[in-house]
C-alpha cells in the first residue's frame, strides 16, 4: 500500500515508469551538475529494474495529487561486519518547487521502514560535498558522515582494462 500524506502519496515504480524514471534521474543529474554524464536509457532501466530474472534496484515513487515530485532508487548490499544486509540509496530527489514540504523526509522513512522490515542492518548512501542542504537535512534525521572513507569507483577504459587483464590469465 502505499505512504499516504494528505495529497502527497509513494508508491512503487512500475515498468510502465520508466519514462518518468529516466526524466527525475536527468533531473537530478541537472541538480548535481552532472547532465553531461546521464547515458542511461529507457532500455537499460527496464532491464535493470524489472527484469524478473534479475532485479538489481528498486524506485519509489513521490507524488502530490497526480503530479510525481521525487523518487528513491535503492539496492541492497551487505555488511560483513553486521553480518545482514543493507540498503543503498543510489538516488534520493525531490523537485525544486515542492522541497520543504516533508517529501524527502517520507521518502527515507520509507526507506528505513523497508530496510527494518527486511532485516537490514543500516542504509547508506554518499552525497557530494557541496550540496550543503543535502548534508544538514540529513545530519537533522540523525545521519553521520562515515569519516575516514572514500569512495572509489572502477568505470569506463580503467573498468575494462582490469577485466581484460583477467581474460588475459
Given at each position: 500500500?502505499?505512504?499516504?500524506?494528505?495529497?502527497?502519496?509513494?508508491?512503487?515504480?512500475?515498468?510502465?515508469?520508466?519514462?518518468?524514471?529516466?526524466?527525475?534521474?536527468?533531473?537530478?543529474?541537472?541538480?548535481?551538475?552532472?547532465?553531461?554524464?546521464?547515458?542511461a536509457t529507457?532500455?537499460?532501466?527496464?532491464?535493470?529494474?524489472?527484469?524478473?530474472?534479475?532485479?538489481?534496484?528498486?524506485?519509489?515513487?513521490?507524488?502530490?495529487?497526480?503530479?510525481?515530485?521525487?523518487?528513491?532508487?535503492?539496492?541492497?548490499?551487505?555488511?560483513?561486519?553486521?553480518?545482514?544486509?543493507?540498503?543503498?540509496?543510489?538516488?534520493?530527489?525531490?523537485?525544486?518547487?515542492?522541497?520543504?514540504?516533508?517529501?524527502?523526509?517520507?521518502?527515507?522513512?520509507?526507506?528505513?521502514?523497508?530496510?527494518?522490515?527486511?532485516?537490514?542492518?543500516?542504509?547508506?548512501?554518499?552525497?557530494?560535498?557541496?550540496?550543503?542542504?543535502?548534508?544538514?537535512?540529513?545530519?537533522?534525521?540523525?545521519?553521520?558522515?562515515?569519516?575516514?572513507?572514500?569512495?572509489?569507483?572502477?568505470?569506463g577504459d580503467?573498468?575494462?582494462?582490469?577485466?581484460?587483464?583477467?581474460?588475459?590469465?
Amino acid at each position: 500500500l502505499p505512504y499516504i500524506m494528505s495529497a502527497f502519496y509513494i508508491r512503487e515504480a512500475q515498468e510502465s515508469d520508466v519514462g518518468l524514471i529516466l526524466e527525475l534521474i536527468k533531473d537530478l543529474a541537472i541538480y548535481e551538475k552532472l547532465e553531461h554524464e546521464v547515458v542511461a536509457t529507457e532500455a537499460l532501466l527496464r532491464q535493470s529494474l524489472f527484469n524478473p530474472l534479475r532485479k538489481v534496484a528498486e524506485v519509489i515513487l513521490a507524488y502530490e495529487g497526480a503530479v510525481p515530485v521525487g523518487y528513491a532508487l535503492f539496492f541492497h548490499n551487505f555488511s560483513t561486519f553486521l553480518g545482514v544486509p543493507g540498503i543503498y540509496l543510489e538516488d534520493l530527489f525531490i523537485k525544486p518547487d515542492y522541497r520543504k514540504k516533508g517529501y524527502g523526509k517520507a521518502l527515507l522513512q520509507h526507506i528505513a521502514f523497508l530496510a527494518k522490515e527486511r532485516g537490514c542492518g543500516r542504509v547508506e548512501w554518499s552525497v557530494l560535498d557541496w550540496n550543503t542542504p543535502s548534508i544538514e537535512f540529513y545530519k537533522s534525521l540523525g545521519a553521520r558522515a562515515q569519516d575516514g572513507w572514500s569512495v572509489y569507483r572502477l568505470t569506463g577504459d580503467a573498468l575494462t582494462n582490469l577485466a581484460q587483464q583477467k581474460q588475459q590469465q
